[in-house]
Structure formats: C-alpha cells, structure tokens
C-alpha cells in the first residue's frame, strides 16, 4: 500500500506559478512510476504528466506541454509539479498518483485525496 499526500494548492492569478507536491509513504516509493491528474469542474479526470520510477522518463498533456515540470526526489518520497504560465483553465483539483509501472493509458493504483488549485483572470 502506498499513501500520497497532496499539497501546494492554491489560487493565483493568471501567468503565476505554482508548485504542487507529493508526499508518499508506504512500500519502497522509488520502485514507483509516479504521475499527476486534474479533474475539473463538472469535467472527467484527465492525464496531465508523469514520471519513471528513475526520473529518465517523463510525459506531459498537450495542454500543459512546456508550462509545466514534473520531478521527483526518491530520497523525500515526493513528486512535484511545477506548474508555469497557468491559464484559469488550469483550474481544477490535482491528483497525485502511483503505477507500478506506467501504461499506454497512464493507469494507476494509488491516488491522492487532491490538492485544489484556481487559477483567476
């Protein structure tokens, strides 16, 4: 079992910055691919990025290619999300979330409770 923690929401303004993080603890987190989802409101939860278990690997949402960063840090237990030139469609609820091993359609076996951010015009 692993356990994700989610924090760094918030609100902000349109063209700021925000970095989210990801807290695990549980069975060894660095055997674990690791990835990030948004689910907005009256929308479907969707992909946004994620990560190997070794960090060599990442991928990105169209939408948010080149604004945001995903990383990790094997040694904290955590993920972050750095997410730049945020958009009020970035708006949604943040989901952290744990693969044993990273699909074609990004499935995964942990999640996080969400972390809330709302971006404003």
């Known amino acids: 079992q692993v356990q994700l923690v989610e924090s760094g929401g918030g609100l902000v303004q349109a063209g700021g910055s925000l970095r989210l993080s990801c807290a695990a603890s549980?069975?060894?987190?660095?055997?674990?691919?690791m990835g990030w989802f948004r689910q907005a409101p009256g929308k479907e939860r969707e992909f946004v990025s994620a990560?190997?278990?070794?960090?060599?690997?990442?991928y990105y949402a169209d939408s948010v290619k080149g604004r945001f960063t995903i990383s990790r840090d094997n040694a904290k237990n955590t993920v972050y999300l750095q997410m730049n030139s945020l958009k009020p469609e970035d708006t949604a609820v943040y989901y952290c979330a744990a693969a044993r091993a990273l699909t074609p359609g990004y499935a995964m076996d942990y999640w996080g409770k969400g972390t809330l951010v709302t971006v404003s015009s």
């Open positions: 990560i190997a278990w070794n960090g060599l690997s990442t």
């Open positions: 549980g069975r060894t987190f660095s055997v674990y691919a």
